[in-house]
């Protein structure tokens, strides 16, 4: 019930995909940028993400990202687009 108890369990693994998605999320990009961008439909991009958020206990994109970073699933650099190229 509390705050804490998400630690307690399991532990959580996003596929590739997930990260890629949540990575990109985290960067600013709408579901569209982000579903041109892996060339998947708009819906594809909702479906990862209603599991990322199922699997984190999340409710939205905001917890997600704060979620996937206490847990090292998503590099910190994803929050800032620390992409060099």
């Known amino acids: 019930m509390s705050y804490g108890n998400w630690q307690s369990q399991k532990p959580v693994r996003l596929t590739k995909r997930?990260?890629?998605v949540l990575s990109l999320i985290a960067q600013?990009?709408?579901?569209?940028q982000v579903a041109d961008t892996l060339f998947v439909s708009k819906r594809t991009v909702d479906f990862h993400l209603a599991n990322i958020?199922?699997?984190?206990?999340?409710?939205?994109?905001?917890?997600?990202?704060?979620?996937a970073a206490q847990l090292g699933l998503i590099p910190f650099?994803?929050?800032?687009?620390?992409s060099e190229s």
């Open 53 to 67: 958020y199922e699997k984190l206990n999340v409710n939205n994109r905001v917890q997600a990202f704060r979620r």
């Open 28 to 32: 600013g990009r709408s579901s569209q």
């Open 18 to 20: 997930e990260i890629e």
């Open 77 to 82: 650099e994803a929050f800032f687009g620390g």
